[in-house]
């Protein structure tokens, strides 16, 4: 099994396109991962991040998806889905990432699996704070992480309270 990329990217500049940043730093909170589980800010850094891809076969993205739903809508996006989203992007990260992911494959280092875990902006104007819709759904995508985690068989531990039934023991 190789390793697992958890990427949380957006610009925490422009509210809640921030929110993937915002939900890789709650995860540092709230869980220990062994060696192999890699937890990334990958903030606006774009191409920059393909070597982070290196050895990576389960990359769990998490990002705003603008979907043209009620703000605050969770979005799971894999397979397919994927590259027909990130082609659509228009910020200056999410430029970056479809180039990386397209580098990524070039370079055969493409992962097994992708999983993109979204919401529904209310709003990318500047600011520093999440929209109320988008940071209601901060807890739950930390959920769906520890969901995909699980799907996967891959490690992790809760430090936010007793362990629940289906966590993993690193």
Do not use: C
């Not at 940043?21 to 062994?34: G, M, Y």
């Amino acid at each position: 099994m190789g390793k697992t990329l958890i990427l949380g990217v957006g610009n925490i500049l422009l509210s809640d396109d921030g929110v993937g940043v915002h939900v890789v730093r709650r995860l540092e909170e709230v869980a220990e991962f062994p060696p192999e589980v890699e937890v990334i800010d990958g903030g606006t850094k774009g191409m920059d991040l393909l070597h982070f891809l290196e050895g990576v076969s389960r990359l769990i993205i998490i990002d705003a998806v603008e979907t043209g739903g009620p703000p605050g809508t969770l979005t799971r996006l894999t397979g397919d889905q994927v590259p027909a989203y990130l082609s659509i992007k228009m910020s200056p990260h999410e430029i970056g990432l479809p180039d990386m992911l397209f580098a990524a494959q070039l370079r055969d280092i493409y992962p097994e699996e992708v999983v993109i875990l979204g919401v529904q902006p209310a709003t990318t104007e500047v600011g520093l704070d999440l929209s109320p819709a988008v940071a209601a759904q901060v807890e739950t995508l930390v959920e769906r992480v520890f969901e995909e985690l699980k799907r996967w068989g891959v490690p992790f531990r809760r430090r936010d309270g007793p362990p629940r039934p289906g966590d993993e023991s690193s």
